[in-house]
Nanobody, 126 residues
Framework: QVNVVESGGGLVQAGDSLRLSCAAS????????MGWFRQAPGKERAFVAV????????RYAGSVKGRFTISRDNAKNTVYLQMSSLKPEDTAVYYC???????????????????WGQGTQVTVST
């Protein structure tokens, strides 16, 4: 089992950058694929970016590809989401999630992930 806690959200202007962090507990962090998902008001939770357990493979939603970068530091039990060129439509609660997996290509579905944080709010103003 792993517990994850997100941080780094806030209020920014369109075009700004922001980095989210997700700190995980436990000694087996490197056994987990990690993902970032987001949920805007009135919408379902949606895939943003995922990374496999070694960090060698990443996958992105089309709406963030080229603007967001997911990375991880297994020595620090932390996964990051670097967001740049933020847009008002990026406004959402961002969730970190974990799934024990040795798959080379990490899953992208919300239902595939077992452990979730409480979320951090990102608001992008015009």
């Amino acid at each position: 089992q792993v517990n994850v806690v997100e941080s780094g959200g806030g209020l920014v202007q369109a075009g700004d950058s922001l980095r989210l962090s997700c700190a995980a507990s436990g000694r087996t962090f490197s056994s987990y694929a990690m993902g970032w998902f987001r949920q805007a008001p009135g919408k379902e939770r949606a895939f943003v970016a995922v990374i496999n357990r070694s960090g060698s493979v990443t996958r992105y939603a089309g709406s963030v590809k080229g603007r967001f970068t997911i990375s991880r530091d297994n020595a620090k039990n932390t996964v990051y989401l670097q967001m740049s060129s933020l847009k008002p439509e990026d406004t959402a609660v961002y969730y970190c999630a974990a799934k024990m997996s040795d798959d080379y290509y990490p899953d992208v579905s919300v239902s595939d992930y077992d452990y979730w944080g409480q979320g951090t709010q990102v608001t992008v103003s015009t």
